[in-house]
């Protein structure tokens, strides 16, 4: 997929976006179109409502408008106009069309190939040089985008424990290091919750930690871990058949935090970060673990199994007090396709934020709203701590009440990263769209990975890492 910046370069679809009140023969009225041909191509005016409310997630639009008709007409590219703002400048507007343009026109064809691909996007403006380098900084997080995208929609048979690091090896470069705890070293480190996960997987289980040396002059570092359940059959509570087609996806948060190192560490950011894919596979044999077992974490904490389902919560919970102990991280911040409960309440267009630091989920939420990829953050409050103390241990992995099934599971998570600053991202809904819906297609999104370089960007900015 290529996209170019060029001034009046003739394509047979040009899109225009127009200000209310700013067209002669349009009212230019929010999502409004009005299709012409001119000469020999299809011009389409797009409606972007009053210049004081415009937003760029208008650009997500026109970028599907635009696939849409050249798909419909056979044409291999369409062109956009950026429109003049005082709002948002030429160089916000293209990197939003860019991210949009990408985003949509994805498509895994391993194992299907399409009839017919738009391959390229024109955006219609003067080039420079500050325009094509934002362009260019676009693409290459969108390539990271696209490498933890087709990780999740691969088969699980492929994308096992050990396949993830195999990736990491393959596509992050010489200022990544790379270490791995295989499941003796699990085993020895006590880290006795992660291993009863992948117990009885036909793949052993694996802790793959990633480090990056962004900014050598600060000892500041910032955590990442992400929830690789690379097939999640429920264990022993076994999932309902039609629960597991899409199990592939429960490795989501590993192919994240491995998207967002490869992004950071092509961008060369200024900043220390390690990322840490907790990957597991969840099946069943003689070895697998049962419902009831007390377990003991790396922590000392004792957990009662009431459900082997709920095991990406018991993987996250070592992994995190093992980083967290050896790494004595700034911020942590974990990314898990952890619960049904969040696309409950949140659908495919939001993930769900649990956090005990104001400061950064605040931050965070503005990146979110900025690059389209939102989060919503959910009260933590006592009650629901209360609510996954254990009866026989000190802990369970299910709430008493069964009830905010995505806040319980991070007020069970809480009581692994201490007192350091933390971000959980629920993930579940808006890393994988299980139906398509609002113009996204089935499949991994990619989510998280362009949320988190703009907010490490403003923390580089800040002088804040």
Not at 236 to 258: H, I
Request: proline share 3%; net charge positive.
């Amino acid at each position: 997929m290529n996209v170019i910046i060029a001034l009046n370069q003739k394509t047979k679809i040009k899109i225009i976006p127009v200000f209310e009140g700013k067209h002669k023969e349009f009212k230019g009225e929010k999502g409004k179109t009005k299709v012409s041909v001119k000469e020999n191509f299809l011009q389409i005016l797009y409606g972007l409502g009053k210049e004081k409310e415009f937003e760029l997630n208008e650009f997500r639009k026109i970028a599907l408008l635009g696939l849409n008709k050249a798909a419909e007409l056979k044409e291999k590219n369409y062109s956009v106009e950026l429109p003049e703002s005082e709002k948002f400048s030429s160089l916000q507007q293209a990197v939003a069309l860019t991210d949009s343009f990408l985003y949509y026109n994805y498509f895994f064809d391993k194992y299907k190939k399409e009839d017919f691909k738009v391959t390229e996007l024109v955006i219609d403006s003067k080039p420079s040089a500050e325009l094509k380098n934002a362009v260019n900084t676009a693409l290459k997080i969108n390539e990271s985008v696209i490498l933890t995208r087709d990780l999740i929609n691969e088969n699980s048979e492929i994308t096992t424990p050990l396949y993830l690091e195999k990736a990491a090896r393959k596509h992050l470069g010489k200022k990544v290091k790379i270490s791995v705890l295989k499941q003796k070293d699990l085993i020895k480190n006590k880290m006795n919750l992660f291993a009863a996960v992948g117990n009885a997987g036909t793949t052993p289980p694996q802790l793959t930690l990633l480090e990056y040396n962004g900014n050598p002059a600060s000892k500041k570092k910032i955590l990442l871990v992400g929830k690789g359940i690379t097939f999640d059959s429920g264990g022993m509570d076994l999932k309902p058949a039609e629960y597991m087609l899409d199990m592939r996806d429960d490795m989501s948060g590993a192919a994240t935090v491995l998207g967002i190192m490869k992004a950071v560490s092509e961008l060369n950011l200024k900043v220390n970060l390690i990322a840490a894919m907790a990957c597991a596979e969840n099946l069943i044999d003689a070895k697998a673990y049962r419902p009831g077992d007390i377990l003991t974490g790396f922590n000392g904490k004792t957990v009662e199994v009431k459900s082997t389902d709920a095991e990406g919560r018991l993987v996250l919970a070592d992994t995190l007090a093992y980083c967290n102990k050896k790494y004595s991280p700034e911020l942590i911040i974990d990314y898990a396709t952890l619960t049904g409960a969040c696309v409950v309440a949140l659908s495919y267009h939001v993930a769900a934020m649990i956090s005990n630091s104001d400061e950064f989920s605040s931050k965070l939420f503005e990146s979110g709203q900025k690059v389209f990829e939102r989060v919503w953050k959910l009260p933590l409050y006592d009650e629901f701590r209360d609510d996954v103390k254990g009866d026989r241990s000190d802990l369970q992995n299910l709430s008493k009440s069964g009830t905010a099934g995505t806040i319980t599971a991070a007020a069970f998570l809480e009581n692994f990263v201490d007192k350091t600053p933390w971000i959980h991202l629920d993930i579940a809904g808006t890393a994988f769209i299980s139906k398509p819906v609002a113009g996204l297609k089935k499949g991994a999104s990619g989510f998280g990975i362009k949320l988190t370089i703009d907010f490490l960007q403003k923390l580089i900015q800040e002088k804040k890492v």
